[in-house]
């Protein structure tokens, strides 16, 4: 009596449960119901998407070969871009995601100028539910206001810097060092990774360090500066990017010296300005930084808008550049 009881429980409630589709019977309602799999939802398109770039300025022909990857990669792909070009200030870039966020843009590309002084922009992005990419720089704020970095491994191109440099003067130099833009990621990092190698090599001295702001004048300027309170005690530069050498390459034939041969230099990006340099014999390596981001962004920019995973960061592939190689190598270049 008692078992009849509990399998006629059992069995109305098994009806019950298959009713409303809680086995792993197939159930067959007659209401449609919506389909929560996020999988089967309409993916979007490139065509769909309306893309935000918050670029840092024009400083460099790393920046600018960099610009020119991002619209023409949106244009092949069918993506509406909207551009902004801050001219190097912090404030003008900051303003640039703010207008984008008004025009509710589905995503936001961004190259942060500086490290520092990101928080409460990038949370109004956020709470306006649009994401963030970081492209090229990097940003420090906490995880959650960005989705993913694309973009290099400055502290690798400091160490590969240094390596070179070490090679190239048997580890023993009086090294000036032209800095990238005060407190952005590539010239902290540049910074930090050449000293990490130089710390085998007691005998390579940096003497003198300073910021040449990224550009081809201030590299020349600070290294007239440099040449006048060193002269020929310098013997080898570091220039944090090649617009920067190819200025101090300038002063340093106007102070009479021969670049590349009394001073030895080497410089990150490898620019068509770095391949003639070294084909002129007046700069002895570049470390390559590669600018062509376009076609990556675009293509994390849509697994992000479509919810797909994407990892934090995006590392680009690079390498080094040499003279004995360059005449065989540049034609190959896109910037
Ligand atoms: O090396 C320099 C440019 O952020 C990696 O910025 C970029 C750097 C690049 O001005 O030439």
Redesign the pocket.
Known sequence: MKISRSFLFFAVFTVILGYLGCTQQPVSLSTPQPDLNSETKPQKTYEDLIVGFAQLGA?????VANTVSIKETAEQLGVELRFLDAQQKQDNQIEAVRKLIIQKVDIIGI?PIVETGWEEVFQEAKDAGIPIILV??RATVPEDLYISYL??D?LEEGRKSARIMAELVNGKANIVELV??ID???ANDRYIGFREVLKDYPEMQIIDSQSGD?TRARGKEVMAVFLRNYGNKITAVYA????MALGAIEAIEEYGLNPGVDIKIVS??AARGAFEAMIAGKLNATVE?N?LLGPQFFELALKVVNGLPTPKWVPSIEGIFFPEDASKILPTRKY
């Open positions: 400083e460099s022909e790393w920046r190259s090229d720089r973009g290099s400055f990238g833009t952005s990621a590539p990224f944090h990017n090649d617009d990150v990006d930084c600018p």
